[in-house]
C-alpha cells in the first residue's frame, strides 16, 4: 500500500531551507498535533484513533510502502473488543478466519508407507477455539487470523479515511528532541535519496518497532534478555492432506520446536499458505542469516516437523529470521513523546502477545494523547499514567506469561509435559471455572481503559511530576 508522500504541509510561508553537511533539509512548519514514528500496524492503529476523534496526524515511515516481513496473524482476547470499538472487527473479520483449534503435539511420525513420508506427531494437549463449521463472528470468541502485512494496510486505509492523517513513506527518522513546552522535532531522511527533512508536532508516538532509532535518540536503555535461538519464519503453501485437522499446533522438542499455522482457511487436498517458524539449529549458530534462509536449510528444518509424504512437496513465499528478546524500557513517556508496541517492549513471539500488546498500547497512548489535546486532562498526569499502566501490564502479565509459553513447548520433556505442566494439564481436563480462570487475564489485565486509569492516579501525588 502506498499513499502519496505530503510534500509540504504548510501552515504559512516557509522559511529558507537550512543545510544540514551538503545535504538541504526541507522544514515541514506542520500544525499536526502528533507525528506518529513508524507506519506499522501499531503506528497506524494509533493514527487512526486520533484521526477518528479529529486530532491531526503525520506519520512517518523509512520504507516505500508498508512491510510484508512474515511475522504477527493470530489476534484474541480483548484485542477483539478494542478492534471492535474502532470500528475495525469486522473489516478484519471479513478479510480474516478463525482458527479452529491451537494444539501442542509431538514432533510427526512415520507414516508407515515405507517411503520416508510422516504424519503429525500425536497429541499433548489440545485447546478447541471454534467447531469446524463455526462462523464465529462475535468479538471475543476464538482466534481470529489475518497476517500482520495485510492488517497493516487495512488499518492505514481506514486511518486515511478519516481525513486527519498523513503519512509519509521514505522518511527515516534520524534525530528526535522532545521539549515540553514547545513540542517534538523530528529529522529525517530518505534512504533512497538521502534528502533530509524536518518535522514538528506537539506530541510524538514512537512505533518504530524493536530496533527503535527514536527509543535511542531520546537516551532510553532497553533492559532484559535476548533468547539464544534465532527463529526461522516461512510464509509456505502446503497441501493439505491430514484426516486430522490440521490448524496451529507447536510441535514440542528440546532443539527443533516449531509453531505452524495457517494464514488461509486451510481446505482439505488443496495447496494454502501457512506460517512456519523454526527454532533454527543451533549447530548452525554461527551462520549468517543470509545463510540460515537457503533452501537446504529451511527444508532440513521442514523435514523434522512437518508432516506429509516425502520429498516435500511446499513452495516457500516468503522467509526471514529474527532474534527474540524479552526487553522494557524503564518508561513509555519521555517528554512529549510515547513510545509504544517493539519500540518500548518485546517478548518471544510463541503465544502471539507482541503484536496484540502493540495494539493495546496504540489504543491506550491515543486515548491518552486525545485526553490531553481534546480533553483538557493534565499532561503530566495522564502521559505518566500511559507509561505505568502499559508497563504495569507487560511486567505483570505479558512477560511472564510469553517467557512461560516459550519454555513450556521446549523445556519439558515431552512425554511428560501433558501431566507435569498446569496449563496443559488444564487444557487436557478443561471445566468451565478453568477456562474462566484461563481468559480472565487476556481480558481483564491486558487492555487499559485509560479514563479509569487516569481517575485511580488522583491520590498519587508522584503521578503529578513531570
Ligand atoms: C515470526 C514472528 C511471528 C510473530 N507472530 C506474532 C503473533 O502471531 N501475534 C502477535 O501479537 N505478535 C507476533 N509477533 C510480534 C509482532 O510481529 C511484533 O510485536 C509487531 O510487529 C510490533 O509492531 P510494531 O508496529 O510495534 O513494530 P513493527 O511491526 O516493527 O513496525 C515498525 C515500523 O516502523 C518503521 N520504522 C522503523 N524504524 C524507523 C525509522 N527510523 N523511521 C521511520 N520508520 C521506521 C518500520 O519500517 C515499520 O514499518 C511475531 C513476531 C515474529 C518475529
Known amino acids: 500500500m502506498t499513499a502519496e508522500p505530503n510534500e509540504r504541509a504548510s501552515n504559512g510561508p516557509s522559511p529558507p531551507e537550512p543545510v544540514v553537511g551538503n545535504v538541504s533539509v526541507e522544514t515541514t512548519r506542520t500544525s499536526k498535533a502528533v507525528l506518529v514514528v513508524g507506519g506499522g500496524v501499531v503506528g497506524c492503529l494509533t493514527a487512526l484513533k486520533l484521526g477518528q476523534a479529529g486530532v491531526d496526524v503525520d506519520i512517518i515511515e523509512r520504507l516505500p510502502e508498508t512491510s510484508n516481513a512474515p511475522r504477527a496473524c493470530g489476534y484474541f482476547g480483548a484485542v477483539h473488543h478494542m478492534l471492535n470499538d474502532i470500528g475495525m472487527y469486522k473489516l478484519i473479520r471479513a478479510e480474516g478466519f478463525m482458527t479452529r483449534e491451537l494444539s501442542f503435539r509431538k514432533p510427526p511420525k512415520d507414516d508407515d508407507e515405507g517411503r520416508g513420508g510422516k504424519v503429525l506427531g500425536d497429541i499433548v494437549a489440545n485447546l478447541p477455539l471454534c467447531a469446524p463449521n463455526d462462523d464465529l463472528t462475535e468479538p471475543g470468541s476464538g482466534l481470529l487470523n489475518l497476517p500482520q502485512a495485510q492488517l497493516n494496510i487495512l ?33 529525517t531522511h530518505n534512504p533512497k535519496s538521502g534528502a533530509q527533512r524536518q518535522f514538528e508536532a506537539k506530541y510524538a508516538v514512537a512505533a518504530d518497532g524493536a530496533h527503535s532509532t527514536a527509543r535511542k535518540a531520546l537516551g532510553l536503555p532497553y533492559p532484559g534478555h535476548t533468547w539464544p535461538e534465532r527463529l526461522i519464519a516461512t510464509n509456505v503453501m502446503v497441501q493439505n492432506v491430514e484426516e486430522t485437522p490440521m490448524h496451529t499446533h507447536f510441535v514440542m522438542h528440546p532443539t527443533f520446536f516449531s509453531i505452524s499455522t495457517p494464514l488461509q482457511d486451510p481446505a482439505m487436498g488443496e495447496k494454502t499458505l501457512w506460517r512456519w517458524t523454526l527454532a533454527a539449529d543451533p549447530a548452525l549458530e554461527k551462520c549468517s542469516d543470509e545463510e540460515l534462509l537457503t533452501d537446504e536449510v529451511i527444508y532440513a528444518h521442514y523435514a523434522r516437523c512437518m508432516p506429509g509424504p516425502r520429498p516435500l512437496d511446499v513452495d516457500i513465499v516468503a522467509r526471514s529470521v529474527y532474534k527474540t528478546h ?112 484461563m481468559v480472565r487475564p487476556y481480558f481483564e489485565v491486558w487492555r487499559t481503559d485509560m479514563r479509569k486509569a487516569v481517575q485511580g492516579q488522583d491520590d498519587d501525588p508522584s503521578a503529578l511530576v513531570n
Open 326 to 437: 524479552q526487553r522494557l524500557v524503564p518508561t513509555m513517556r519521555k517528554g512529549n513523546v510515547l513510545l509504544a508496541g517493539d519500540a518500548a517492549h518485546c517478548n518471544h513471539p510463541f503465544g502471539a502477545l507482541g503484536l496484540n500488546t502493540g495494539m493495546l498500547d496504540g489504543e491506550a497512548c491515543a486515548e491518552a494523547l486525545i485526553m490531553t489535546l481534546k480533553d483538557s486532562f493534565p499532561p503530566a498526569q495522564t502521559l505518566n499514567t500511559y507509561s505505568d499502566s502499559r508497563r504495569k501490564v507487560f511486567q505483570f502479565f505479558v512477560d511472564p506469561t510469553s517467557t512461560q509459553n516459550k519454555l513450556r513447548v521446549h523445556s519439558n520433556p515431552v512425554e511428560t509435559a501433558a501431566e507435569d505442566d498446569w496449563l496443559l494439564r488444564d487444557l487436557n481436563h478443561m471445566t468451565p471455572k478453568k477456562a474462566v480462570e
Open 155 to 187: 488499518l492505514l486505509r481506514e486511518a486515511l479515511k478519516t481525513g486527519h492523517v498523513q503519512i509519509h513513506f521514505n522518511n527515516e527518522l534520524t534525530h528526535i528532541t522532545s521539549n515540553d513546552d514547545s513540542g517534538v522535532t523530528v529529522l
